[in-house]
């Protein structure tokens, strides 16, 4: 286990309840997820942004197709 130099000196030191500290700091900033919410909603977004991104170039490709095959029935159409 990796134990930081300052609390080692701590230890060695017998200076306990500054180790106490220490540990307890640590433990309730490990124990903290404020910024889980942050992270997850960012990566909802991504995912949503990347399916809109997706979809719309798919969209994209059948309206151009839509639009490709009513310009030909349209010209050949007027040509008659």
């Avoid at 719309?56 to 349209?74: C, G, P, R, T």
Wanted: hydrophobic share 50%; glycine share 4%.
């Amino acid at each position: 286990m990796f134990i930081p130099q300052q609390i080692a000196g701590s230890l060695v030191r017998g200076n306990h309840e500054q180790l106490d500290r220490k540990l307890s700091l640590t433990i309730r900033n490990l124990s903290r997820d404020d910024g889980q919410d942050l992270v997850e909603y960012a990566l909802v977004v991504a995912l949503i942004a990347f399916g809109a991104t997706a979809t719309m170039q798919s969209l994209a490709s059948s309206i151009s197709l839509a639009f490709s095959n009513m310009a030909a029935s349209l010209t050949v159409t007027s040509l008659s």
